[in-house]
């Protein structure tokens, strides 16, 4: 069983930088990205920034240049660091871990509040 724990969330003011991270615990086989997704309140979850195994990264155009999507450890350990955080950067960020073996599997973690605000 894949199980997803973040940690780093929290308030910060704007312009102000945070950096969150997810451990994965359980089997990596057939991962294929590992991801960070975020909810607004009234508003449908999104994504903001994917890694893959080799590498390559992708990000939302709302974050792009002020957030980094890196790993550790092959993926078991993803962070995301984000600076020149915005009042609109305020939302549940959940992690993501995208399996693609036999069939398609996502796994979530429970999320971290992030609260951009002075």
């Known amino acids: 069983q894949v199980q997803l724990v973040e940690s780093g969330g929290g308030l910060v003011n704007p312009g102000g930088s945070l950096r969150l991270s997810c451990r994965v615990l359980?089997?990596?086989?057939?991962?294929?990205?590992m991801g960070w997704y975020r909810q607004a309140p009234g508003k449908q979850r999104e994504s903001v920034a994917l890694?893959?195994?080799?590498?390559?990264?992708n990000y939302s155009d709302s974050v792009k240049g002020r957030f980094t999507i890196s790993s550790a450890n092959a993926l078991r350990t993803v962070y995301l660091q984000m600076s020149s955080l915005k009042p609109e950067d305020t939302a549940v960020y959940y992690c993501?871990?995208?399996?693609?073996?036999?069939?398609?599997?996502?796994?979530w973690g429970k999320g971290t509040l992030v609260t951009v605000s002075s």
């Open positions: 993501n871990a995208n399996f693609r073996g036999i069939r398609t599997e996502n796994h």
């Open positions: 359980g089997s990596m086989y057939s991962i294929f990205a």
């Open positions: 890694i893959t195994p080799h590498g390559t990264t």
